[in-house]
């Protein structure tokens, strides 16, 4: 059974850009959730869809920004790229919405602004 | 608001000595706990959860016990192994708060043998 995957692994950007990162889940789960993880700020909730509606978001600006598709799929977005938003974005699967389930982590989208 | 605190590292032991991390939470309500794990150049991984107060989570030879009175999680192993050197985090989810998971800062541990 294939892992949650996510694409690209590694991405330098420009101050000022914007990117876009894609989280594939395991097949059959429908809850996604993305974290930013940094040495200063450690692991951070951004945000989880379950059935392509966002149903929690964390204390991001709104340039981060994110959606799901009909098949579970799952797209970030950030915007107007600073310094500060260089970290290891992290993708997480569950096969249900419960606080209670496991959560299935990819290996992360390891993004540098410059 | 909901967070998690947990002891600082690195914390560094020789094969086969006892393991305690400490993890205490502030949360309303009752949340679910976990303890993740993450090896070099891999992703998190669930090492174990409990779900209610006086739950024991075990996997692996870890155990933590759901402790609601003293708020905490704390993680022990009684031997640990060189293979166990990765950094743990401690998280809950909050009572309805669907997958949404509040991460400690994570403790580095480093087996020697």
């Known amino acids: 059974k294939a892992g949650v995957t996510q694409t690209p692994r590694y991405l330098i950007k420009t101050r000022g850009q914007q990117v876009t990162l894609s989280c594939s889940p395991i097949?059959?789960?429908?809850?996604v959730s993305w974290y930013q993880q940094t040495p200063g700020q450690g692991l951070q909730f951004l945000f989880e869809?379950?059935?392509?509606?966002?149903?929690n978001k964390g204390n991001f600006p709104g340039r981060f920004s994110g959606r799901q598709f009909s098949n579970s799929r799952s797209e970030m977005n950030v915007s107007t790229l600073e310094l500060g938003d260089s970290a290891l974005y992290l993708c997480?699967?569950?096969?249900?919405?419960?606080?209670?389930?496991?959560?299935?982590f990819g290996q992360g989208t390891r993004l540098t602004v410059v | 608001g909901d967070s998690v605190t947990q002891m600082e590292g690195p914390v560094t032991l020789s094969e086969e000595a006892f393991l305690t991390i400490n993890c205490t939470y502030t949360a309303t309500g009752y949340p679910s706990l976990f303890w993740y794990v993450q090896y070099p150049g891999e992703g998190l991984q669930l090492l174990l959860k409990?779900?209610?107060?006086?739950d024991k989570g075990s996997n692996k030879g870890f155990e933590a016990t759901y402790r609601k009175e003293t708020t905490s999680f704390h993680l022990e192993k009684g031997s640990v192994q060189v293979s166990d050197s990765a950094v743990y985090f401690c998280a809950l989810s909050p009572s309805g708060g669907y997958n949404k998971l509040i991460f400690g800062a994570g403790t580095r541990l480093a087996v020697h043998p």
């Open positions: 997480a699967s569950s096969l249900e919405g419960a606080a209670n389930t496991e959560a299935f």
């Open positions: 869809y379950f059935s392509e509606t966002q149903r």
């Open positions: 409990a779900t209610k107060a006086d």
């Open positions: 097949s059959g789960h429908r809850s």
